[in-house]
């Protein structure tokens, strides 16, 4: 079920940064995570969200543009990678979009933060999104079911590449959820 590419070394728990594809469960997954360590989790879209101070992501696209999300992702990421022992849940674009994805590539590079990357299959996202697109813009203009799959495939490599572990999330979040604990803490 997983895959790792580094190994945890006993320090204390670090923050967990859940990095995938829209649909791939970062926001489900990192709330049962936080709550099995006991420790605070937080949303990076809530937190950019609030910072665009607008209702919507799809408000902000439609006002102040791609770019402006972007920016506060970024903002938002390096506000949040401040806070110790914590569940991040980012965005999809995180992890490969600039400027966030220069932040979190610095935070990669201190060896103080699991960077998780919720790997799901095009089925599992279809299935996952068909129940629920939520408030994400379409990027290209294309059904964004079809186009939450082709990005996924076209940003793994950069998920791979950031990433200190990866995770099939294709199974239940709780089971999802499980299995990062016990990568990340066996003795927990």
């Known amino acids: 079920m997983q895959t790792s590419h580094a190994t945890f070394d006993d320090r204390d728990l670090s923050t967990i940064v859940l990095i995938g594809a829209r649909g791939s469960g970062k926001s489900t997954v990192g709330r ?11 949303d990076l879209d809530d937190r950019a969200l609030a910072l665009c ?10 006002r102040q543009g ?5 920016q506060a992702e970024a903002t938002a990421l390096t506000a949040a990678l401040r806070s110790t022992s914590v569940v991040l849940a ?3 674009g995180v992890a490969c979009i600039e400027p966030a994805q220069s932040v979190l590539r610095g935070a990669a590079a201190t060896g103080t ?8 299959d095009g089925q599992t ?14 990027l290209t203009g294309r ?3 079809a186009e939450t799959i082709d990005l996924a495939a076209s940003r793994a490599s950069a998920y791979k590449d950031i990433s200190t572990h990866t995770v099939d999330a294709s199974a239940l979040p709780e ?13 927990v």
């Open 125 to 138: 996202l279809r299935s996952r999104l068909a129940k629920d697109i939520g408030d994400r813009p379409s």
């Open 175 to 187: 089971q999802v959820a499980e299995h990062i604990r016990a990568i990340l803490s066996p003795s």
């Open 53 to 62: 101070g607008q209702p919507s992501i799809s408000a902000v696209f439609e």
């Open 143 to 145: 059904d964004p079911v």
């Open 90 to 92: 980012t965005g999809g």
């Open 66 to 70: 791609e770019a402006a999300w972007r």
């Open 32 to 42: 049962l995570l936080a709550g099995t360590l006991g420790i605070d989790f937080i």
């Open 113 to 120: 933060f699991d960077i998780v990357w919720l790997q799901c």
